[in-house]
């Protein structure tokens, strides 16, 4: 089995920082790529940024400029540092990742339990 733990969550005044990580664990072969997920109430899950094993990132428009994603391939760990908090970020995040467990299969895509960010004005 595979899983993802994400930390750092919390709350922070606007214009504050947090920094989210998410750890997988367990039968992992390869991580072809993880990213960033949210979801704020009533509002639609979102893709907030993403990197592949290459290094390619992907970053939501909202969040350019202030939140900086980087994976660390052999400690299997995720980061997302987020910069300039406003409370439009509030939301859970959730970690998404596609691993393979061994060679030959394919990816399947995991996801974590989610870290609640809350930003208060």
């Known amino acids: 089995q595979v899983q993802l733990v994400e930390s750092g969550g919390g709350l922070v005044q606007a214009e504050g920082s947090l920094k989210l990580s998410c750890a997988a664990t367990?039968?992992?072969?390869?991580?072809?790529?993880m990213g960033w997920y949210r979801q704020a109430p009533e509002k639609q899950h979102e893709l907030v940024a993403r990197i592949d094993s290459g290094g390619n990132i992907n970053y939501a428009d909202s969040v350019k400029g202030r939140f900086t994603i980087s994976m660390d391939n052999p400690k299997k760990t995720l980061n997302l540092q987020m910069n300039r908090l406003n409370r439009e970020d509030t939301a859970v995040y959730y970690c998404?990742?596609?691993?393979?467990?061994?060679?030959?299969?394919?990816?399947?895509?995991?996801w974590g339990q989610g870290t609640q960010v809350t930003v208060s004005s």
């Open positions: 998404n990742a596609e691993i393979s467990s061994s060679p030959g299969l394919g990816w399947n895509s995991y």
């Open positions: 367990g039968l992992i072969f390869r991580i072809n790529d």
